[in-house]
């Protein structure tokens, strides 16, 4: 089973008990457990971690959730033009296929259950076949993801900035550290 269907124990020590100040036998000792690195570095209410299912369809339906989404966050934020723009996710039970949305078919509408299927090849396998796949969006990602086991996502989209920043054809200036990432090592 792969890690994500696995589930998690949040520590691998045993408790250890705390002794009391009274040597009284008749008081109880406590047993203190030791915290997860994540809640080490919480204060008040701890942050949840990276979940763990307990199946690949589990896993499958947090994905499809999660990525219709992004969808709409997308499309709140204005990066639709048309039918351009994509975003794909590796399926979890089957790394060599990725999940997609269908062309025609805008972001702020997307469901779970409006995602499609693909492998490699740009044959559909799965999910909702009843809108054809965005042939470019295909290119683009599955180039992506067979060159990049390591990513299991990835979203090509035409923000109003983006498309402006490219119509004067200049490279990015390094203002900041996030600049950083087109420039070499």
């Known amino acids: 089973m792969a890690p994500s269907a696995t589930s998690a124990t949040t520590s691998t020590s045993t408790p250890?008990?705390?002794?009391?100040?009274?040597?009284d036998k008749d008081v109880l000792p406590v047993t203190k457990r030791e915290k997860t690195p994540l809640q080490a570095i919480?204060?008040?209410?701890?942050?949840?971690?990276?979940?763990?299912?307990?199946?690949?369809a589990a896993h499958r339906a947090h994905i499809l959730?999660?990525?219709?989404?992004?969808?709409?966050?997308?499309?709140?934020?204005?990066?639709?033009?048309?039918?351009?723009?994509?975003?794909?996710?590796?399926?979890?039970?089957?790394?060599?296929?990725?999940?997609?949305?269908?062309?025609?078919?805008?972001?702020?509408?997307?469901?779970?259950?409006?995602m499609i299927l693909v492998d490699y090849d740009g044959k559909a396998?799965?999910?909702?076949?009843?809108?054809?796949?965005?042939g470019a969006g295909f290119?683009?990602?599955?180039?992506?993801?067979?060159?990049?086991?390591d990513v299991n996502a990835a979203c090509h989209t035409h923000s109003p900035a983006g498309k402006a920043w490219s119509a004067f054809a200049r490279p990015l200036e390094m203002l900041n550290q996030d600049v950083c990432y087109f420039y070499g090592d």
């Open 139 to 149: 290119l683009i990602h599955s180039a992506l993801h067979k060159t990049r086991p």
């Open 16 to 23: 250890q008990p705390i002794r009391s100040k009274a040597e």
């Open 65 to 114: 959730a999660h990525m219709a989404g992004a969808f709409r966050v997308f499309a709140r934020k204005g990066y639709t033009e048309g039918m351009s723009g994509h975003i794909s996710v590796r399926d979890p039970e089957n790394p060599h296929t990725f999940w997609t949305n269908p062309l025609a078919r805008h972001f702020a509408l997307l469901k779970p259950g409006d």
């Open 42 to 56: 919480s204060q008040g209410v701890c942050l949840p971690g990276i979940p763990t299912f307990p199946s690949f």
């Open 125 to 134: 396998i799965g999910g909702n076949m009843s809108l054809p796949v965005n």
